[in-house]
T-cell receptor, first 111, second 113 residues
């Protein structure tokens, strides 16, 4: 079935380090792809999205490119900050509006 | 706009008790859904609704009921709580259509003893 697999955490980085969180998907058809972020004690917020192959989503210094050939949507940021500490979820949305989430990756950034 | 609101924020139940988690949205979204979040498992869809009067099951519907009498409200009912239902529950809403952002409520942390 349709699903999302993302790299397991937790991930711990020093401030200003480069971040990559891997995400791959399995889907019939052409899903839309999303990254959501969850700060402690809060609900999920949309970080960025891409709706077709080769689209790049970007927000707050984070980027991800929809790669149909590798079925991937890896999240990257060139220089992380302490305030980026959160749990990050990769997700896909299907034609019937159903949304499937990965297991989440906890990121901790140390000063 | 308040967005998506959920009540209560925390709840403790005993096995066998029933309760209703409330969810409301003021964005006139057609699509609403309930997820549960468990460690290492991401979010799993419990039930969803594509409009008033229409509901359907998601991945993990057993032990839960929903109804959608208005566009704004989408309550989740636990019929007879079990320890396996200890989780954090999120309600979400979106407009229909591929690629549209889903908005989440702040969550309800439920513990079943």
């Amino acid at each position: 079935g349709d699903s999302v697999t993302q790299m397991e955490g937790p991930v711990t980085l020093s401030e200003e380090a480069f971040l990559t969180i891997n995400c791959t998907y399995t889907a019939t058809g052409y899903p839309s792809l999303f990254w959501y972020v969850q700060y402690p004690g809060e609900g999920l917020q949309l970080l960025l999205k891409a709706t077709k192959a080769d689209d790049k989503g970007s927000n707050k210094g984070f980027e991800a490119t929809y790669r149909k050939e590798t079925t991937s949507f890896h999240l990257e940021k060139g220089s992380v900050q302490v305030s980026d500490s959160a749990v990050y979820f990769c997700a896909l949305s299907l034609f019937n509006n159903d949304m499937r989430f990965g297991a989440g990756t906890r990121l901790t950034v140390k000063p | 706009n308040a967005g998506v609101t959920q009540t209560p924020k925390f709840q403790v139940l005993k096995t066998g008790q029933s309760m209703t988690l409330q969810c409301a949205q003021d964005m006139n979204h057609e699509y609403m859904s309930w997820y549960r979040q468990d460690p290492g498992m991401g979010l799993r869809l419990i039930h969803y609704s594509v409009g008033a009067g229409i509901t359907d099951q998601g991945e993990v519907p057993n032990g839960y009921n929903v109804s959608r009498s208005t566009t704004e409200d989408f309550p989740l009912r636990l019929l007879s709580a079990a320890p396996s239902q200890t989780s954090v529950y999120f309600c979400a809403s979106r407009t229909s259509g591929r690629g549209n952002e889903q908005f989440f409520g702040p969550g309800t942390r439920l513990t079943v003893l």
